[in-house]
């Protein structure tokens, strides 16, 4: 009969249903926990007298970086350069989101004599580098092997004989928080292997290059919001930070693509 049921069609409609449904939420935490493994800043203290126009130009000095506050894989003359090109990258990164979205910047070189005029000057210490484990991101996940990078900075003024310092904050965050490989197994066993590939690629990913990129980015958009709130730039232009303990804003995010492997 037409009309009668059929059992074995209904099961398979059943099946497909559940893993179509099943990929569709490990898809949905991954999103969700990737979102979650980020840099925020938290402590943003305005302090002295505002400044009352946008700078001619930034400086960005290396941070202070003590080799002690690293834990990364390298010891010696390795460690040396590897915080030596962290300082310098992260320097890189400051100047190229100063640019963009609020006054052209460059590096000042260390040693070199502050300038004095309508400039402002950016710089800070890493409290905290954690290298984490990049295999236990790829097969672990949720933390597991998790970066971490933490920094205490300073922007300052330099129309005064001395540098002024006019805000201060931390950033602190990390990358790890995505599902590893193992995450990947459901019931519907065709879905592991696909599944267990993209969740240890997209862990792979993550990294200090990353917490690097987005340390820079946050920096530069607490910066961003403190001139709106000045009225030295218009809403339009402005970025918006992540918060510690708070969702983020809403705007065009900046993609970030790890280098080097870290």
């Not at 690293?70 to 990164?93: G, P």
């Not at 000045?230 to 065009?252: A, D, F, N, Y």
Request: charged content about 20%; some cysteine; aromatic content about 8%.
């Amino acid at each position: 009969m037409d009309n009668a049921f059929d059992a074995s069609k209904f099961r398979s409609d059943l099946n497909m249903i559940l893993r179509l449904t099943t990929s569709a939420l490990y898809l949905t935490l991954l999103i969700a926990l990737s979102g979650c493994a980020s840099v925020g800043v938290g402590n943003i203290t305005p302090k002295g007298i505002a400044p009352k126009k946008l700078p001619a130009k930034i400086y960005v000095q290396e941070f202070t970086a003590p080799c002690d506050n690293f834990r990364v894989d390298r010891s010696d003359e390795k460690l040396l350069i590897f915080v030596n090109n962290e300082r310098h990258t992260l320097a890189l990164d400051l100047v190229e989101q100063l640019t963009k979205y609020i006054a052209p910047a460059q590096i000042l070189p260390e040693g070199n004599r502050l300038p004095k005029g309508n400039f402002w000057l950016v710089h800070g210490i890493y409290d905290r580098v954690n290298q984490g484990s990049r295999l236990l991101r790829a097969g672990v996940g949720f933390g597991a092997g998790g970066t971490k990078m933490e920094t205490r900075v300073q922007i300052s003024s330099l129309a005064t004989k001395k540098p002024d310092t006019f805000l201060t904050l931390l950033t602190s965050g990390g990358s790890g928080m995505a599902p590893g490989a193992w995450a990947a197994f459901t019931p519907a066993f065709v879905f592991y292997w696909p599944g267990a590939i993209a969740n240890a690629g997209g862990a792979s990913l993550s990294g200090l290059s990353i917490d690097r990129k987005r340390t820079a980015r946050e920096i530069v958009a607490t910066l961003s919001e403190y001139c709106f709130q000045k009225h030295l730039i218009p809403e339009r232009r402005t970025r918006r930070p992540k918060k510690l303990g708070e969702l983020p804003s809403l705007q065009r995010p900046d993609f970030v693509i790890p280098k080097n492997g870290l």
